[in-house]
Nanobody
């Protein structure tokens, strides 16, 4: 089992940047496929980015491609989401998630086994 703690959210102006972090407990972090999702008010949770166990493979939603970068540091049990050129439509609660399986359905929330508590990102226009 793994526990995830999200942090790094905040209020930023459009065009600004934020870096989210997700710290995981346990010694098996490197065996989890990791993802970031977000949920805006009255909307479903949507996929943002995912990263494979070693970081060799990365996947992004079309809406964030070229602006967001996912990375991980297995020595620190942490996954990051660097968000640049933020837009008001990026406003949401952001969640990291861990998948102890193959990661084959990385864009589907049901694929993931563990979730962080979420961190609020608000982008003002």
């Amino acid at each position: 089992q793994v526990q995830l703690v999200d942090s790094g959210g905040g209020l930023v102006q459009a065009g600004g940047s934020l870096r989210l972090s997700c710290a995981a407990s346990g010694r098996t972090f490197s065996t989890y496929f990791m993802g970031w999702f977000r949920q805006a008010p009255e909307k479903e949770r949507e996929f943002v980015a995912a990263i494979s166990w070693t970081g060799a493979r990365k996947y992004y939603a079309d809406s964030v491609k070229g602006r967001f970068t996912i990375s991980r540091d297995n020595a620190k049990n942490t996954v990051y989401l660097q968000m640049n050129s933020l837009k008001p439509e990026d406003t949401a609660v952001y969640y990291c998630a861990a998948d102890q399986g193959s990661g084959s359905n990385y864009a589907t929330p049901e694929e993931y086994d563990y979730w962080g508590q979420g961190t609020q990102v608000t982008v003002s226009s």
